[in-house]
């Protein structure tokens, strides 16, 4: 199976509910809180925010819950700054995705790993998901819960994925940051992004550390597809780091291990104008996936 050609059942139906974008209305509106709590892997308080939709209210029911990483140099915030909120909002009025509770934390530019930064990755696969499971009526265990990530947080994301397919149902990246071979500045790498990549791999970067975290690399030694989340990718065929190419090599992977994934490759740049395109496909990805 191609990446091309790996696409779910489900698909037939989200392009229907996308077709129906601007047709409903829904008369209430969602909410942004922010919040904090203690995190133990990291020893320390952390903020995030958390998305809700108007029914949280109006109800006792549970919902669904997307964990949303952000990129390098963000933080919790940029689900509002970046106007995915805006979008969020337009597509449960328009009937998509209209359950989904979204939870953003920070993540500093710890690419989310455990490593020389703290333990990042233990912040997100096992704090943050106590924490909300405990504060809000999400649908506890795997089956309630997706994860979303962009660039950095796409990176991180593909590779819990890959590492604990046991806590999510459905992943879903825009513009996932994949390198083929550890980054450098002869190879590109800007000043600011080779102290983000040092803060979080160390310097010089350990390779034995960035290939634990290598999305392509875990792909490579996946002995079965079996029990994988369901997957989605993108990222633009224009990505100004050479980003589309990491893409097509995980796609590789994942098709020689035998997975079933969605990868897409349309034209694009990196950046949130990029994102803010493609965000109804990946949340309407996601809200299929999820009771």
Do not use: K
């Amino acid at each position: 199976m191609t990446p091309s050609a790996a696409r779910p059942h489900s698909l037939g139906g989200i392009a229907l509910m996308l077709a129906t974008v601007g047709l409903l209305t829904a008369p209430a509106e969602a909410e942004v809180r922010q919040g904090s709590f203690e995190s133990a892997a990291l020893g320390r308080t952390v903020g995030y925010v958390v998305d809700l939709p108007s029914s949280y209210d109006q109800s006792d029911r549970r919902h669904p819950v997307v964990y949303a990483l952000h990129g390098l140099f963000e933080s919790e915030g940029f689900w509002e700054r970046r106007g995915l909120a805006r979008e969020l909002t337009r597509l449960r009025e328009s009937g998509i995705a209209t359950d989904l509770i979204v939870v953003a934390v920070d993540g500093g530019n710890s690419f989310f790993v455990n490593g020389p930064a703290g333990r990042y990755e233990d912040l997100v696969t096992q704090d943050l998901i106590a924490h909300v499971e405990a504060t809000f009526r999400v649908v506890p265990g795997r089956e309630g819960r997706g994860l979303f990530g962009v660039s950095m947080g796409g990176y991180a994301a593909l590779r819990i994925a890959l590492t604990h397919p046991d806590l999510y149902a459905a992943v879903a990246t825009h513009s996932a940051m994949l390198l083929e071979s550890p980054p450098s500045r002869a190879q590109g790498a800007r000043e600011g992004h080779m102290r983000a990549f040092h803060g979080a791999f160390g310097d010089p970067i350990d390779e034995a550390l960035w290939n634990r975290n290598d999305p392509i690399a875990l792909a490579r030694q996946l002995a079965t597809p079996a029990g994988l989340p369901r997957l989605y990718m993108d990222c633009g065929a224009q990505d100004r780091y050479g980003l589309a190419r990491g893409h097509r090599a995980l796609g590789r992977a994942l098709d020689e291990a035998g997975a079933t994934f969605v990868l897409e490759l349309p034209p694009g740049d990196h950046g949130y104008e990029f994102v803010r395109g493609r965000l109804a496909i990946s949340l309407a990805f996601l809200a299929a996936a999820l009771p």
